[in-house]
């Protein structure tokens, strides 16, 4: 259901702080990741891979916070519906001579940031469908109160459904260009890249082959079920499992 003031914006990246970017793109490149080209928006170094579903950007700051970055243009235009929908701003950085940025926090604490302007060109997506991780699914979120974080994104141009049945419970919340998942915190600890798989053992294998090691912390109910879980150097989670629906 979509309410009556929303703030439909195209998503632009998973936004990550890491302290390492070289070390976190060694990483990426390794799965079959590929590199876009960045502009100069940020100050501070900044890459973009992507697989050609999810696009992760990058940033080597040590004050960077991480966060669900989206795209809005003419932003300060925007700015009466956004007070409208009662967020309470973590920052407003707003000008004519500043990249125009917002962000505030969901009910769950995940950071939204909403840019004016693209910071990386589009890539050319490479011949091959998927990375080394399979087919990219969802960012899930830990949400420990799920129905008030659900009304959020939905009143963000999301659609949710209960998900009741799946192997993992969730709330989806679907976009035309993000699809999020909400999750029991006890299951999904931090936000998490979700892949699907046709076969989990040849994906451990294929693991193993490229040097990436099992996660060493798994939650018990990931435990239970066909799944890989690996951490990126920056601490991202990256979950492979067969269908879990």
Known sequence: MKHADTLPARFLELSIATPDIRSSLSFYGKLGFYE??????????????????????????????????????????????????????????????????????????????????????????????????GYFLEIGLPAAGRDAAKHHWERLGFVGMDEDEAALPHVACTSDTLDIGLYDPAHVRAPTLMFEVEDVMATVAAMAALGVSPAKRIPAAVQNLPALLVTAPEGTPLLMAAAMA
């Open 36 to 133: 876009a080209d960045v502009g100069d928006a940020w100050p501070h170094p900044y890459a973009v891979v992507s697989d050609g579903r999810i696009v992760l950007g990058l940033h080597e700051h040590p004050d960077f916070v991480s966060s669900l970055t989206f795209v809005r243009p003419d932003l300060l235009k925007h700015l009466e519906t956004l007070e409208r929908l009662g967020l309470e701003f973590e920052f407003r950085r707003l000008g004519n001579d500043v990249f125009n940025e917002v962000g505030w926090r969901d009910p769950a604490g995940h950071l939204i940031r909403l840019v004016e302007a693209r910071t990386f060109s589009p890539a050319k997506r490479p011949a091959r469908l998927t990375s080394a991780c």
